[in-house]
């Protein structure tokens, strides 16, 4: 019987090459290539429990968090020096996320001052912490606002952690009691680059010479895999595409069912104004054993306007995340599908000579 299986994954691919080396996928509080710090604050408020059964057995569940920012000075408790507020929607935003962050247009706004950016995100990594403490996290953001800073976030970090940590199972005797421990943490902001220095590639992934960047999207969606009985084969791909990680999704990637006439499959599309390219793979490497290759692809056929597709001549695929199949030792049957969560930052090159708009 045929299955379809979407979790997360271990090994490595390029487009349409299997590797045979597996590797388990290591997990890292930093994210992938292509972003940077843009601020770091202080954290200083309460994560928040329910007192609920599970499986018969009372637990604490956490539901929210709520906290004062501070800038990263430690010393800075006041709420004269508050920068923002850390709290969490509601109900889950349209990527996911609860957990959100504020800025303030200036220091000691008041709670009820409307905000001049806000960043809500969902987990990618939870990592224990060594001192009794709650995890450390990586978040990716999925929703954004306002033209602050927090308006250019692509992950969020939250590391330096004290306190936080639910009570104990025993404690818990009242179904639906909230329990508000104090913590503080470290946030640090990240943004997602909007330039290619060539010193972040290999020579052998860099675009010919007298070629330019024309722009970038941020790609998140599956590496979709199919099991032929012995080995695991990349089957197609599909992502959204945006300018970044909780930014409006303006285009999709996906194969063609066929190669086209000069072999190209892997396809990008923009919605409005319509445009695509179509590409084949020319060279890959490996840069991060848990996440599929970086690569160069030439394009093979376009359409559209100049100055969205109808001009590429070459594509990089960078900062790749995730998107790895299966290992040979995981349990499939011959036809079973497996779609691996991955997210990449794709680089579109046109002639130099093309007017720069």
């Given at each position: 019987m045929m299955r379809t299986i979407l979790i997360t994954c271990m090994a490595a691919s390029v487009f349409g090459i299997f590797m045979t080396f597996h590797i388990a996928a290591a997990q890292s509080l930093d994210p992938p290539a292509g972003n940077y710090v843009i601020r770091r604050v202080h954290g200083k408020g309460s994560q928040i429990y329910r007192c609920t059964t599970s499986n018969g057995e009372p637990t604490w569940a956490s539901i929210a968090a709520k906290a004062d920012l501070f800038p990263i000075t430690f010393s800075a408790t006041s709420l004269a020096e508050r920068v923002g507020l850390h709290y969490f929607l509601p109900h889950p935003d349209s990527g996911g996320g609860k957990a959100t962050w504020s800025s303030t247009s200036a220091p000691g706004a008041n709670a009820s001052t409307a905000p001049d950016s806000t960043v809500t995100g969902k987990v990618l990594v939870s990592i224990p912490s060594n001192n009794n403490s709650i995890n450390s996290l990586l978040l990716e953001a999925t929703g954004l606002t306002g033209f602050g800073n927090l308006s250019r976030v692509s992950y969020i970090q939250r590391i330096f952690n004290k306190g936080g940590v639910a009570p104990s199972a025993k404690e818990c005797t009242k179904d639906?009691?909230?329990?508000?421990?104090?913590?503080?943490?470290?946030?640090?902001?990240?943004?997602?680059?909007?330039?290619?220095?060539?010193?972040?590639?290999?020579?052998?992934?860099?675009?010919?010479?007298?070629?330019?960047?024309?722009?970038?999207?941020?790609?998140?969606?599956?590496?979709?895999?199919?099991?032929?009985?012995?080995?695991?084969?990349?089957?197609?791909?599909?992502?959204?595409?945006?300018?970044?990680?909780?930014?409006?999704?303006?285009?999709?990637?996906?194969?063609?069912?066929?190669?086209?006439?000069?072999?190209?499959?892997?396809?990008?599309?923009?919605?409005?104004?319509?445009?695509?390219?179509?590409?084949?793979?020319?060279?890959?490497?490996?840069?991060?054993?848990?996440?599929?290759?970086?690569?160069?692809?030439?394009?093979?056929?376009?359409?559209?306007?100049?100055?969205?597709?109808?001009?590429?001549?070459w594509v990089q695929r960078t900062s790749t995340r995730g998107g790895l199949p299966p290992s040979s030792s995981y349990p499939a049957n011959t036809g079973d599908t497996f779609g691996s969560p991955y997210s990449s930052i794709y680089w579109f090159y046109v002639d130099d000579r093309n007017q720069k708009v």
């Open positions: 639906g009691e909230l329990a508000k421990i104090p913590y503080q943490s470290v946030y640090v902001f990240w943004a997602q680059l909007t330039s290619l220095s060539t010193r972040q590639l290999s020579p052998s992934l860099s675009s010919p010479a007298g070629t330019r960047p024309l722009f970038s999207f941020f790609g998140e969606g599956h590496q979709n895999y199919i099991y032929n009985g012995s080995t695991w084969y990349l089957k197609d791909a599909t992502a959204t595409l945006s300018s970044g990680p909780g930014q409006e999704v303006i285009g999709r990637h996906f194969f063609l069912s066929e190669s086209d006439p000069k072999g190209g499959r892997p396809t990008w599309e923009t919605f409005y104004p319509e445009s695509t390219v179509t590409a084949k793979v020319v060279r890959s490497r490996v840069v991060d054993i848990s996440s599929i290759s970086w690569a160069l692809l030439q394009a093979t056929s376009s359409t559209g306007e100049s100055h969205i597709f109808g001009s590429v001549l």
